[in-house]
């Protein structure tokens, strides 16, 4: 079983609809990072967090510590936001990170 | 302020040679990781450098090696070349030792393809 599953694999949506990705991870990660891939490769990280919720316009990401698990919101989605949104936890006993596969999400004008 | 960067930006190479690929993170980093991604594959942590030594190792052979600088750039290498290897390699600096509660900013990665 992977450290950091993450649901769904691909998602399509229209402009202006809220989108939900989800993330759940096992014990012993210790924090959250969720990170947006664009076509040409390059990562930008969006979030770190390891307790409660944190929003930047119109993303949002919340954590659930005991159910171990995460989701990225976004609201009034836009084609630009179509990307690879890859949730990723953080080992502490090892000090690296973890990844999920990624969820690639178009969104349609 | 300069972001991560990486160098260079493609490499192709052949089987059984030797690639190094260079890394410079954001000033007052002093933390590197590297990672893999395969096509079709997700990202694989491989290396960790804080502070000139090698803290952590991903799941990799030892053919896969690097060094970070007094100046804290980094370099990986990869020695003996496997078509496998074709892969988007990334770059990442934090400010801190990886505790997991810094962010980690990401170079634009290097395109090696192994021929």
């Known amino acids: 079983k992977n450290e950091v599953e993450q649901s769904p694999q691909n998602l399509t949506a229209q402009e202006g609809e809220f989108i939900t990705i989800n993330c759940s991870y096992s014990v012993g990660i210790s924090a959250l990072h969720w990170l947006q891939q664009h076509p040409g490769g390059g990562i930008v990280s969006l979030f770190m967090l390891s307790s409660g919720k944190k929003k930047h316009g119109r993303l949002i990401a919340t954590i659930n510590i005991q159910e171990k698990h995460s989701s990225l919101h976004i609201t009034a989605s836009h084609p630009r936001d179509s990307a690879v949104y890859i949730c990723a936890g953080f080992v502490a006993s090892g000090s690296r990170l973890t990844f999920g596969e990624g969820t690639q999400l178009t969104v349609n004008p | 302020e300069a972001g991560v960067t990486q160098s260079p930006t493609h490499l192709i190479k052949t089987r059984g040679q030797q690639a190094t690929l260079r890394c410079s993170p954001i000033s007052g980093h002093t933390s590197v990781y590297w990672y893999q991604q395969a096509l079709g594959l997700g990202l694989q942590f491989l290396l960790w450098y804080d502070e000139g030594e090698e803290r952590n190792r991903g799941n990799f052979p030892p053919r896969f090696s690097g060094r970070q600088f007094p100046n804290y750039s980094s370099e990986l290498n990869v020695n003996a070349l496997e078509l496998e290897d074709s892969a988007l390699y990334l770059c990442?600096?934090?400010?801190?030792?990886?505790?997991?509660?810094?962010?980690?900013?990401f170079g634009p990665g290097t395109r090696l393809l192994v021929l």
């Open positions: 990442a600096s934090s400010l801190l030792v990886g505790r997991g509660s810094e962010t980690q900013y």
